[in-house]
């Protein structure tokens, strides 16, 4: 991947980044870089994501149809003839374990891919403290990310008030919630930390040497989002074309192309993470 930047930056005429003096002052993120080497990440160390994902996605497997709640139940078809539970608590509580297994592949992943730990048995399978911190961190970044949910569907419920100042108070105070994604953003290096198990920098630290990159984040985060759309709509497409959904191979064949989707899409993010984490935390050297 190197070739290729080397190659726009003369074709484009852009400078390399450097980074500008003092501790908390601004770091420049590379636009090319942070839109495309997510991606890039995964093309280069292929073999690094096959060799981890085949074993977390096969534990996704097996959450997935011991709590009864594997992706074919979405369909009718395949209700009919297999246990599928009907409990939304249970379903909830299913889709966090395979949160928490997803983070167990994120930390791998990023502990082969950044800090060069080589792929080996005991990488993939030891449990390991990181991965508590990695899943905790991610609930929280969840959770402060649905604030924005919660005040599109206040917004939405409410009764419009006549008093036009009560009205313009609670648009002002509720619809502010829509902006914490656009905040919680600034802090995703956070993450690459947690996954790397380095020690984390203040938040005001982080959101001084962010400034500035908002559209470079927005941009790599969007194109991240809508490959997940296309490719999780891409996927739930080929599915439905399935005619006869009532097996047990063929729910578990679904099942684990699934899993292994997720944690593709999985590495996308980490990658971003880390790359945040990587420019406005690390100096290298030709702003590299």
Not at 68 to 73: A, F, T
Not at 220 to 240: C, K, Q
């Amino acid at each position: 991947m190197d070739k290729l930047w080397d190659f726009l930056r003369k074709f484009i005429g852009t400078p390399s980044p450097e980074n500008n003096e003092g501790e908390d002052a601004p770091r420049r993120i590379s636009l090319f870089r942070i839109i495309i080497e997510p991606f890039g990440l995964v093309i280069d160390h292929f073999k690094t994501y096959v060799g981890i994902a085949l074993c977390w996605a096969l534990l996704m497997v097996v959450v997935s149809f011991s709590t009864r709640h594997p992706y074919l139940c979405l369909y009718s078809d395949y209700r009919e003839g297999h246990f599928c539970s009907e409990n939304v608590a249970g379903y909830i509580a299913t889709q966090v374990l395979l949160l928490g297994v997803a983070c167990c592949f994120m930390v791998r992943w990023a502990q082969a891919v950044m800090q060069k730990q080589s792929l080996s048995l005991s990488l993939i399978v030891r449990p390991q403290m990181t991965d508590l911190k990695m899943w905790g961190s991610v609930i929280f970044f969840l959770l402060f990310n649905m604030v924005s949910v919660l005040s599109a569907w206040m917004l939405y419920q409410r009764e419009p008030n006549p008093d036009y100042q009560i009205e313009l108070l609670y648009f002002t105070f509720v619809g502010a919630g829509l902006l914490f994604p656009l905040l919680a953003m600034r802090f995703y290096s956070v993450l690459g930390f947690v996954a790397t198990g380095e020690k984390i920098p203040s938040f005001p630290q982080v959101w001084k040497r962010s400034r500035g990159n908002n559209l470079r984040i927005l941009f790599s985060l969007g194109l991240i989002f809508l490959i997940s759309v296309f490719s999780l709509g891409v996927f739930n497409g080929e599915v439905r074309l399935i005619k006869d959904k009532n097996s047990f191979l063929i729910g578990f064949i679904v099942e684990y192309l699934y899993s292994l989707l997720i944690l593709l899409l999985s590495a996308f993010f980490i990658n971003h993470c880390l790359l945040q984490k990587r420019y406005l935390f690390e100096r290298e050297k030709d702003g590299q």
